[in-house]
């Protein structure tokens, strides 16, 4: 496991899971793992009531990873191979939050790359579970951080392709 991969995802996660950033190291060590490590990422055990689960803060930073390994072609297209366009990827990134936002009527992307990207990781998170509104403010920080780490998000990907894991 390489410090550029460990480095990139502390990185998310200050942006995305400020709470789970301590964490992260060891998730993203099972995570890039595989097979039963990262299957045991998304077990849930059932506390006693009125019992203290220590798993209860390791919900969501697991799912962000397993966003982005499935949104994998889809970041490859919108990072394009071409971090100098970092700058105008963040614009339109903002641009598109506010056309989203507006809930305007459904148009033809201007930015289909980005759209797909946004598209994928949103409906991994609503999979994982998470609220539709949480879901949406998460996927465009996540989306931001991996424009802004091209190179650490490309790191993550090499190291980490997605396997088949029962929900």
């Not at 460990?6 to 789970?20: H, I, K, Q, S």
């Not at 946004?118 to 424009?147: K, Y």
């Not at 780490?149 to 980490?160: E, H, Q, Y």
Request: glycine share 8%; aromatic share 6%.
């Amino acid at each position: 496991m390489s410090d550029e991969v460990v480095g990139w995802a502390v990185r998310l996660a200050e942006g995305v899971t400020p709470d789970e950033a301590e964490l992260v190291p060891s998730l993203t060590v099972a995570y890039v793992a595989g097979g039963a490590s990262r299957r045991e990422l998304f077990t849930r055990t059932d506390s006693a009531p009125g019992g203290f689960d220590v798993t209860a803060p390791i919900v969501l930073f697991p799912h962000v990873l397993v966003a982005v390994s499935l949104a994998g072609p889809a970041i490859w297209a919108a990072l394009g191979g071409n971090l100098s366009s970092v700058s105008s990827l963040l614009k339109n990134l903002g641009d598109l939050w506010d056309r989203r936002r507006a809930k305007a009527a459904p148009e033809e992307p201007q930015l289909p790359e980005l759209s797909r990207l946004i598209d994928a990781i949103s409906a991994e998170l609503t999979a994982a579970g998470v609220p539709p509104i949480d879901s949406e403010v998460l996927t465009f920080r996540i989306v931001r951080a991996l424009i802004k780490d091209g190179a650490g998000t490309r790191a993550f990907l090499a190291a980490a392709p997605p396997e088949e894991r029962k929900r």
